[in-house]
């Protein structure tokens, strides 16, 4: 009955591959998120979506493309991938875009480019 | 925009010991605060809210009130236990300074608690 789900888990990949973090939740939440957490432990909103459309987009670099094909589903596609985007990235949920809403975050899918 | 400001660590405690991590912020209007856990190997867990001055959010022992005079939210607890060995992140969203539902999160405190 896991809340929020990311797969994989690890992810071990060559500058310049391209690769992809998939995220689900079955809280029937209707906004979602992805985090990245640096070595140093600090989290960064990276995009947020709510209702299957963008809503916040943290200039982050085009490299970076989430989808989220209905609802309950973010994914994070990765292009090129360079050094720089070894991080922990999270996906997070909540149920609206209220400032009160608590979020639910997964358990983190640590990427480590080589 | 909104920023928020906690203390940095590592913190290193005795169980038993009294615990108070610091949380100031900045923000515009009226933001709601939170505190989130992150056990080793984890995700975020929220470990307490407030979303109006005067509030306070508790649990699992934790307290943290939310003082919009002095625009701080410092998390308390009285008695550590080692399974508190965690990073606590303070955290804020809304006000009139940034996007209502975007968290602005502190850098992180580790709290070590020794037996």
């Known amino acids: 009955d896991t809340a929020v789900s990311q797969t994989p888990k690890y992810l071990v990949t060559q500058m310049g591959n391209d690769k992809s973090i998939k995220c689900e939740q079955n809280l029937g939440h209707d906004t979602m998120y992805w985090y990245k957490q640096d070595s140093k432990k600090f989290l960064k909103i990276m995009f947020s979506y709510n209702n299957k459309e963008l809503i916040i987009n943290e200039t982050v670099p085009n490299r970076f493309s989430p989808k989220s094909p209905d609802k309950a589903h973010l994914n994070l596609h990765i292009n090129s991938l360079e050094l720089g985007d070894s991080a922990v990235y999270f996906c997070?949920?909540?149920?609206?875009?209220?400032?009160?809403?608590?979020?639910?975050f997964g358990p983190g899918t640590r990427l480590t480019v080589t | 925009g909104n920023s928020v400001t906690q203390m940095e660590g590592p913190v290193t405690l005795s169980e038993e010991a009294f615990l108070t991590i610091n949380c100031t912020y900045t923000a515009t209007g009226y933001p709601s605060l939170f505190w989130y856990v992150q056990y080793p190997g984890e995700g975020l867990q929220l470990l307490l809210k407030?979303?109006?001055?005067?509030d306070k959010g508790s649990n699992k022992g934790f307290e943290a009130t939310y003082r919009k005079e002095t625009t701080s939210f410092h998390l308390e607890k009285g008695s550590v236990q080692v399974s508190d060995s965690a990073v606590y992140f303070c955290a804020l969203s809304g006000g009139s300074g940034g996007s209502n539902y975007k968290l602005t999160f502190g850098k992180g405190t580790l709290l070590t608690v020794n037996p």
């Open positions: 997070a949920s909540s149920l609206g875009t209220g400032s009160s809403y608590e979020q639910y």
């Open positions: 407030a979303t109006k001055a005067d």
